[in-house]
C-alpha cells in the first residue's frame, strides 16, 4: 500500500495561478497512472488530469483543458498540476490518486472505480 500526501492548496483570485503536489510513499511512481480529482461542495468527485507516469502521457477533462498542466518529478516520487487562469468554478477539494499504469488510457484514465490509492485532498478556493 502506498501513502498520497497533497499540497499546494489555498485561496486565488480569478485569473491566478496555483501549484499543487502530490508525493508518494511508492519506492518509485512509474508503474502508475497517477490522476488528479476534485469535488465541489454539493457535487460529485470528477476528474481534472492524469498522467502515466512511465511514458509521459497527459489527459485533461475539457473544463480545465488549455488552463491546467500535469507533470512529474520522478526522482522525488511526486506529481504536480499546475493551475493557471483559476476560475471560481474550479474551487474544491482536490485529490491525487494512484491507479495501476494500464489504466492511463482515454477509455480510463477518469475512471475512479481504476484508483487504488487516494490522498486526503487540499483545498482550492477561487474568489471572483
Known amino acids: 500500500e502506498i501513502q498520497l500526501v497533497e499540497s499546494g492548496g489555498g485561496s486565488v483570485q480569478a485569473g491566478g495561478s496555483l501549484r499543487l503536489s502530490c508525493v508518494s510513499s511508492?519506492?518509485?511512481?512509474?508503474?502508475?497512472?497517477m490522476g488528479w480529482f476534485r469535488q465541489a461542495p454539493g457535487k460529485e468527485r470528477e476528474g481534472v488530469a492524469a498522467?502515466?507516469?512511465?511514458?509521459?502521457?497527459?489527459y485533461y477533462t475539457d473544463p480545465v483543458k488549455g488552463r491546467f498542466t500535469i507533470s512529474q518529478d520522478n526522482a522525488k516520487n511526486t506529481v504536480f498540476l499546475q493551475m493557471n487562469r483559476a476560475k471560481p468554478e474550479d474551487t474544491g477539494l482536490y485529490y491525487c490518486?494512484?491507479?495501476?499504469?494500464?489504466?492511463?488510457?482515454?477509455?480510463?484514465?477518469?475512471?475512479?472505480?481504476?484508483?487504488?490509492?487516494w490522498g486526503q485532498g487540499t483545498q482550492v478556493t477561487v474568489s471572483s
Open positions: 498522467i502515466a507516469i512511465a511514458e509521459g502521457r497527459t
Open positions: 490518486a494512484a491507479a495501476p499504469f494500464g489504466y492511463c488510457t482515454t477509455a480510463y484514465s477518469f475512471a475512479q472505480y481504476r484508483y487504488n490509492y
Open positions: 511508492a519506492a518509485t511512481i512509474r508503474s502508475y497512472c
